[in-house]
């Protein structure tokens, strides 16, 4: 068996397909399924039901849809280097809108006659979002793009995410199961559906008419943030509002942080300075009012108050007599109390005498109790070896 490196087999596919007559100067017909031009050179994908081909044009000027049924004229290259078999493109034409597009078209129409796309039917973002729901790969770049922005904007927001495929065969049923499991979580204030951009086939789950219905449906605010700028499909119609792409989405879910502080600020001072014109004009009105009833008292109640002084002086008089009985009276409690005090009789020579803490009497002490005994300035344990009633 001949062993070739990869090098020496790509070598001699490309001289099998340079060498093939019926490879050149051939046209091929085929519904786009991915465009984009840069720097004038087209990479686009042709497809029809089974297989795709990759395409590229040089010298490229002329825009086209995804979805547009083309006829290209060219040769089939291979490229050792990259390992790849392209249809270099010297001519491209128009010839109408292929079977994907058809059917997109069909199922747009239809669920815009049924109203789901009505305006008056969208659900308002709020302003202030404080969690969201994110269905999308948890492995894809997409998700780890929408975190950093989001969390650059508002590190306080949450960003709860439902893993689902979001192409492929599964992709509806758990796009549609994300949906649901949001709907139903009270934490969340908005569902974020997305993934990057892709061709018309890594699209069409997000053009079903079953997910579309699920949306439609859905409670909470729902943001379809599917593929790039350029990229439209049946859930950005439905959705309450379309993101242009998926960073796109972050930003409309964030508020800015630096933003709403100065926002508060604007409307702080804004505050102060209202208030400080009321004050203004509160202490204007109240200095005039001022003014008048003095000058109608002045006029008319000079007697008033003089009589009214005349009673403040007497009732200062009686105050200040009803204080000096009062805190002669105090006096003499306080001697009294000092008189009374326990401290003050165990300095003059008396003793405080218990048994397990209660004050003994005849009656409850007996010959060989212990007792205690507290003086001013110690404690004492005793035995009763007598007693005797007095």
Do not use: W
Not at 353 to 372: A, C, L, R, W
């Amino acid at each position: 068996m001949k062993i070739f490196t990869v090098s020496q087999i790509n070598k001699i596919i490309k001289d099998l397909i340079d060498n093939e007559v019926i490879l050149e100067d051939i046209m091929i017909t085929g519904e786009l399924s991915s465009f984009s031009i840069t720097r004038n050179i087209a990479y686009f994908t042709l497809k029809d039901n089974d297989n795709l081909l990759s395409c590229i044009q040089f010298n490229a000027y002329k825009e086209f849809k995804i979805g547009d049924l083309v006829q290209c004229r060219g040769n089939i290259k291979y490229y050792p280097k990259g390992g790849k078999l392209t249809f270099s493109v010297l001519s491209i034409e128009n010839c109408g809108q292929g079977e994907l597009y058809q059917q997109f078209l069909k199922m747009k129409k239809k669920l815009e006659e049924e109203g789901l796309f009505d305006e008056a039917n969208k659900i308002s973002i709020p302003k202030y979002i404080n969690s969201v729901g994110v269905v999308t790969s948890k492995t894809g770049a997409v998700l780890q793009d929408i975190k950093n922005i989001a969390f650059r904007r508002n590190p306080n927001i949450d960003i709860y995410v439902y893993d689902a495929q979001v192409q492929g065969n599964y992709a509806v049923q758990q796009i549609i199961e994300g949906i649901t499991y949001f709907d139903n979580m009270t934490d969340v204030d908005v569902i974020v559906v997305a993934r990057g951009g892709g061709s018309i086939e890594d699209l069409m789950p997000f053009n079903d008419e079953e997910l579309t219905r699920v949306a439609f449906i859905c409670n909470k605010p729902l943001i379809s943030a599917v593929g790039h700028e350029t990229d439209y499909t049946i859930l950005d119609f439905v959705a309450d509002l379309r993101a242009p792409t998926p960073s796109a989405a972050a930003e409309l879910i964030t508020f800015n942080n630096a933003d709403l502080i100065q926002y508060i600020k604007d409307i702080k001072f804004n505050f102060d300075s209202i208030i400080d014109d009321k004050i203004i004009d509160f202490e204007t009105k109240v200095n005039y009012n001022i003014l008048n009833i003095e000058r109608v008292l002045n006029d008319t109640i000079s007697g008033e108050i003089l009589y009214i002084n005349d009673l403040f002086n007497n009732i200062e008089r009686l105050l200040d007599k009803n204080i000096d009985t009062t805190i002669y009276r105090v006096n003499i409690l306080l001697n009294t109390l000092d008189k009374l005090n326990p401290t003050k009789l165990l300095k003059s020579g008396y003793a405080h005498i218990t048994k397990n803490n209660s004050i003994i009497n005849f009656e409850n002490i007996k010959v060989g109790d212990e007792i205690d005994i507290r003086t001013n300035d110690a404690k004492i344990k005793a035995k009763v070896i007598e007693k005797e009633k007095v």
